[in-house]
């Protein structure tokens, strides 16, 4: 049996991720203006009732009175979150996100036969039932995803995700109009697993004359074997 067929059995097997505690949230890098982390999956960036405050908690790990939210991950979504430590800072970075000076790179495995295998998926996008969204055929202010993919095995296929815009559910829904829902993303329709594989790996950026680049490692559950292709292709 091969590693990509034994992980895939192992991601099946497991039961859902239980969340993980706040305060032992990674920092990838940290600047003057604003800190990078690894948020895990199943965090949420806004208040939910019941929940733990996720920027108070976070803001006390770092020993800093505020932090300023300028980009959104899903829930679901683990990688790299991107927050400003003053108000002036905040507003530069947002601009940035608006303007597509942002870089980004995000990891999904799905399965099943995509309708294509690299390329662009665009369109607008509108509210669905049940908290999704869906693509349009209109181009009026679409959303510009750039992706290609690699197959794990049989049925399973590695995604590179490159947003060129930042719409709600973005990657999400373009990977449903592919044919192939994000594995664990029952919301649109893929098969259920231990947690939704969608991973915001790299964010690469230039701030007052710095070049940067910040990576996050796919996390557990995330199998090596998955990971291991994401840095070869």
């Not at 982390?37 to 009732?49: L, N």
């Not at 029952?186 to 947690?195: D, F, M, Q, T």
Request: aromatic share 8%; proline share 6%.
């Amino acid at each position: 049996m091969s590693d990509a067929v034994s992980a895939k059995a192992g991601v099946f097997r497991q039961p859902e991720i239980g969340l993980p505690e706040i305060n032992t949230v990674a920092i990838l890098y940290r600047h003057a203006d604003f800190v990078a982390i690894h948020k895990p999956a199943g965090v949420s960036v806004q208040q939910e009732a019941d929940a733990p405050a996720f920027l108070p908690a976070l803001a006390a790990q770092l020993g800093v009175p505020r932090l300023w939210l300028v980009h959104r991950l899903d829930k679901v979504t683990s990688g790299v979150l991107l927050l400003a430590l003053n108000a002036a800072a905040a507003s530069t970075l947002a601009q940035m996100f608006a303007a597509g000076q942002m870089h980004k790179t995000y990891w999904a495995v799905a399965a099943g036969k995509p309708s294509k295998k690299q390329g662009w998926v665009t369109g607008d996008m509108a509210k669905a039932r049940r908290g999704a969204w869906k693509l349009l055929r209109s181009q009026h202010n679409p959303a510009r995803t750039r992706f290609d993919s690699v197959s794990l095995e049989a049925g399973l296929r590695f995604y590179r995700l490159w947003p060129q815009s930042g719409k709600t559910h973005q990657l999400r829904v373009a990977m449903k109009s592919l044919g192939c829902p994000i594995l664990g993303d029952v919301l649109y329709g893929g098969e259920a697993a231990a947690r939704v594989f969608l991973h915001a790996q790299r964010l690469v950026f230039a701030y007052q004359g710095e070049q940067t680049d910040i990576r996050a490692d796919a996390p557990l559950p995330w199998p090596a074997a998955w990971a291991a292709v994401g840095e070869d292709t």
